[in-house]
């Protein structure tokens, strides 16, 4: 088969072109950023592990009725998925202080949030993704309102899920980030989950120890980055054994 036309190359991932009308292939690299780009590394196997993890989560979400872009898995780097028009806006939810909340607000990394709190950040790289409020969105019309009806409706959902399988294998999720895009059908419109879910952009701490399990080893130079996407790989079970790993594993919970 002839290789696919490359439409779209970002910091972690490429997109392709799909082999059927209306469908994408995702291809995650091995690269990985931090501030908006300002550093930049490689974390070998990061790719197959992601690609793993966001098909894991994302079909789990599928199995309770959260739509998701998400066809299929492919190989070990590549995943098959809707395209969809991408709402300009990532959308963060914070159920743990940590990161620039902790830092904006002054707030110990760790403090359990009073509630769920959802920010919006608008997706412009030049801009390094302001973080912006329902109010801006609707007004540049990123978003409608119902449009963000849903998309909050399917965040609170998913948060609820997500923090529900991860305390089931030992990880409190502190904070993660979600992209939507318009699924159209003929002429209805659906909001679906798009992107990826994975450790390079979920902070995941062990429950116990409150080790970090994501990206921030990268971040904040911890090392064992790579072992620690195991880590939660394994832990969600998708991976044989905890290769390359002596991490802790799980125990068993009464
Ligand atoms: N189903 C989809 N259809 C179309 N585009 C998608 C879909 N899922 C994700 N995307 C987009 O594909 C790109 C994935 O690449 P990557 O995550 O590497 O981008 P990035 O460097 O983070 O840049 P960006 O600021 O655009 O997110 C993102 O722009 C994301 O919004
Ligand atoms: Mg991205």
Redesign the pocket.
């Known amino acids: 088969m002839a290789r696919r036309r490359q439409l ?8 392709f072109e799909g082999p059927e009308p209306g469908t ?1 292939v ?1 291809y995650f ?1 091995d ?1 990985a ?1 931090a501030g ?2 300002a550093k930049k590394g490689i974390i070998t196997g990061k790719g197959v592990l992601n690609n793993r993890i966001s098909e894991h989560l994302m079909m789990r979400l599928h199995d309770i009725g959260i739509p998701t ?1 998400f066809i299929r898995r492919l190989n070990m780097r590549e995943q098959l ?6 709402i ?1 806006l ?1 959308v963060v939810v914070r159920n743990v202080a940590a990161g620039s909340l902790a830092k904006r607000l002054g707030i110990p990394e760790g403090t359990r949030l009073p509630r769920t709190i959802i920010e919006y950040y608008y ?3 030049s801009l390094n ?1 302001p973080m912006v409020s329902e109010e801006h969105i609707t007004a540049f019309d990123w978003a409608s309102v119902h449009d963000l009806d849903d998309m909050v409706a399917l965040t609170m959902r998913t948060n609820d899920f997500l923090t529900g399988l991860f305390v089931g294998i030992g990880i409190t999720l502190v904070d993660f980030k979600l ?1 939507f ?1 318009r ?1 159209w059908e003929g002429d209805e419109m659906r909001i ?1 989950l ?3 879910i994975s450790p ?1 952009n979920c902070r995941l701490w062990d429950a116990k120890t409150s080790e970090k399990l994501d990206k921030d080893r990268f971040r904040r130079d911890l090392g064992r980055v790579e072992e620690a996407y195991q880590e939660v790989a394994w832990r969600l079970g998708i991976l044989p054994e905890a290769t390359n790993s002596d991490m802790k594993g799980p125990e068993v919970m009464q």
């Open positions: 779209y190359e970002g910091k972690a991932k490429i997109l994408l995702q690299k690269d950023t908006n780009g872009h998925i809707r395209e969809v028009e991408i300009p990532e997706k412009n790289d993704d992209e895009g699924l679906v798009a992107d990826e390079d």
